[in-house]
Structure formats: C-alpha cells, structure tokens
C-alpha cells in the first residue's frame, strides 16, 4: 500500500525530454532534494498525527493501532520525513513518512506468494531490530512533494551491516509510486526461495555483499514462549546437557520444583533447540533463572538475543524491575544487557558456583499490558498480545444455550 506524490519530478521531467534524460534528472532531483530532508522515529502520537493526514489520501490504508503495534516490535519500521527548514529539534514533527517491513524468511515468502496480510502483518513474520531479516518490504509511503527526496534517506538506514545486501521489495499502487521507484534502482518482478511474484518490485541489492556472505543460508534464529509439553521437553534437555552435564549440578538441584510456576523462552537455530531462559515473577519484580545455551552454539551471540526476548516479555507485562543472579565469571555478560551489580546486592554459593545479585531498572514499555485492555487481549497465549487468539475467534458462535438438569 504504497502512494507517492512526484508533482516536482513531474514538473522537472517535462523540461527534458521524455527518453533517457528523465532517469538521470530524477536522481540528480532527489540528491539536491535530500540535502533540504531529514529523517527521524516518533513517538505513538506522532506516528497517530501521520497516519491520520495520510489517510486522507488514502482512505484504505491500515489502523493506527496496527502500525504502533508494529513499531513497538520494531522500532526501524517507521521514519518520519520532514524539511530542514521546518524541522525543530526540540519539538520534531514529520510531515510525511515511510514504513517498512524487516521480514523473516517465512514472511518474505509469505510476501512472494501472497499469503502474508500486509495491512495486520503477523508479528511472527518480522524480525526483531537485532535481528537480520531476510526481505524489507515497502509497506507504506507517504511523501508529498520534496518530502519524496527523503525515501533514499530512509533507504539507507537500510544500509548497515544488519540490512547489508538484504533485497527491498515494494507494490505501488499509483503511478507516483511506480515513478519513483524506478530511478532508485526498483524492477518489476520480486524473486525469493525460488519464488516469483510479477506484481511486486524488486531492489536487488545483493551484490552488495561479497560472495562467501551472500552465499549462506538465512540464520533463522528464533526466540518464543514455551507452549507444549514438547518444546518443555526441549528446555529439559538443553539444561541438562548444560548444567548437569558440563556443571555437573545434580538433578535435584536443577530441577528444583519450580519449573511449573514459570514462564520458559526456548531459542532455535533453524529447527535444532539451542537455548532458554525460565522467568518467575513476584509482586514488584520478575527474575530470570536457568538461561543456558549449548556448547556447539555458543559465541554466536543466543544468549543475548534470549535475554532481549525475555526483558521485552517483561517489559510488555509491565515489569520495569528485572532481576537475576550472575555467577561471578559471566557478570560482564550481564551489564551488557543492562544489568548491573545491586547496591548492597549479597554474594552467595549454590551448586558450586559463586553468584551476585544483578537488576536492571527497565523504562516502561508503551505498550504494556494493563487492567485498561480489551477482555479478549488478556486471553490471548502469552507474549502474543498483539495477535487475535483462538479464545476470541470463538465469540463468533456466541453464547451457549443454557439447559436445565433433571
């Protein structure tokens, strides 16, 4: 759902003639143009004041509510455009904007074939901001005028090296859309996995990385919520190997009674389970305990993307206290994270290991979760607030009728 308006590229084309002169004049258009933009994120009430002026030229785009649900899962989907001249730093206030879509694997091919709902995209199918998404789609521009010079801006925030050689991919829906596209380097037709869909654009950026990077498979590295007996199998036996088999922590002490008054996060690599964390929350604080991760997958930076998770669930439950205990020797993994030693925090011995205490005082979470929600948003499996549950679905069948005994 992509609308552009190019009234200056326009106005510029018709100066030259209408062959290959244009292209050129589009892209020296849009450097001079970008020089005169910036770029910025916003905040809900921005992205809501935004959302609601494009919506008055184009009245089916998504809910407001849709787009901030997105950006809290990851703050790179939206960026506000402005013109410097207009700009005030202390009080910023775009005046068009871009969204994008970091996509998994499954949700690129979801978007190749058709089957992802672009206007209330599962959660499911984008990526994280640490994580490496395997397809960007142009979910929605609105850039009326000069404001167009500052999509090349967004562009390349596309350009670090978590986005490096990732393809862009977009379906404009005016011919504005379509013009611009086409100097910023966009072909019709999107390729994916072996996929082929003719109705999207396509920016190939893959050779921008060296042939050894763009050769390996996508890193699928997920991290969710422990929902089945299976997947709790899978924790069991990753502490296992790890604890008692590397620590050598008997399995009484390892398994100490509290795993079913907890919340488990299981990490995979592909489909191979190689890490999780157990989280047990108390009135003014949740702790995090039992964070293990294979040997074989070690230094490859899971451990971090599980504690991220983990302070994200947290934080969406509406958790700013967060609190672990750190063997001494791994301390310098925690304060990466954010936490830090107690003051006054305790050193204590437990199955063999020294341990401090460690907290992280987390900011409030824009989107926690509160007395003030929909019923059906706290019915809904945990961490997976955003999307509508099986429990809600089931409203459409109503009430049963009541029948009387005897």
């Excluded at 008055?56 to 901030?68: H, M, S």
């Excluded at 997105?70 to 455009?81: E, L, Y």
């Excluded at 006054?344 to 003030?372: K, N």
Aim: hydrophobic residues 40%.
């Amino acid at each position: 759902m992509t609308a552009l308006d190019l009234d200056f590229v326009r106005k510029a084309a018709r100066k030259r003639p209408a062959t290959g002169p244009v292209r050129s004049l589009d892209k020296m258009t849009m450097l001079q143009l970008a020089r005169r933009t910036v770029i910025f994120t916003v905040d809900a009430a921005g992205i809501a004041a935004l959302m609601d002026a494009a919506r008055q030229d184009l009245p089916g785009i998504t809910t407001n509510r849709i787009v901030q649900t997105v950006t809290n899962h990851n703050p790179d989907v939206f960026w506000a455009i402005a013109r410097k001249d207009h700009f005030d730093i202390g009080a910023p206030r775009g005046e068009g904007f871009l969204a994008a879509l970091p996509l998994t694997h499954e949700g690129t091919r979801r978007l190749i074939d058709g089957t992802l709902d672009t206007k209330n995209p599962d959660l499911s199918c984008i990526t994280r901001q640490s994580e490496r998404p395997a397809g960007i789609y142009v979910w929605c521009i609105h850039a009326k005028g000069t404001l167009v010079a500052g999509i090349p801006l967004v562009l390349q925030k596309f350009s670090t090296p978590l986005y490096q050689g990732i393809n862009i991919f977009s379906r404009p829906i005016t011919k504005e859309g379509l013009r611009v596209l086409d100097p910023l380097g966009f072909s019709p037709g999107a390729r994916y996995d072996g996929l082929y869909a003719p109705h999207l654009q396509m920016l190939d950026r893959s050779h921008e990385l060296p042939p050894m990077v763009a050769a390996e498979p996508v890193d699928q590295v997920t991290v969710q919520v422990v929902r089945s007996m299976e997947e709790m199998a899978r924790v069991m036996a990753i502490r296992s190997a790890v604890y008692m088999g590397e620590q050598h922590c008997p399995f009484e002490e390892e398994f100490d009674g509290n795993d079913f008054s907890a919340t488990h996060l299981i990490c995979h690599q592909g489909r191979e389970p190689v890490g999780c964390l157990r989280i047990r929350y108390f009135a003014d604080f949740a702790k995090f305990e039992r964070l293990a991760v294979r040997n074989e997958s070690r230094n490859a930076g899971l451990a971090r993307r599980i504690v991220d998770a983990a302070i994200e669930l947290c934080r969406k439950k509406g958790y700013r206290t967060l609190y672990a205990h750190s063997q001494k020797r791994l301390l310098n993994f925690w304060e990466q994270r954010g936490f830090a030693r107690m003051q006054g925090g305790r050193e204590f011995t437990f199955s063999d290991f020294d341990y401090v205490e460690v907290c992280l005082d987390a900011a409030r979470h824009p989107a926690r979760i509160s007395l003030s929600e929909d019923p059906y948003v706290l019915i809904r499996p945990e961490g997976q607030w955003d999307v509508p549950g099986i429990l809600e679905m089931s409203a459409a069948r109503g009430a049963a009728p009541l029948t009387s005994a005897g």
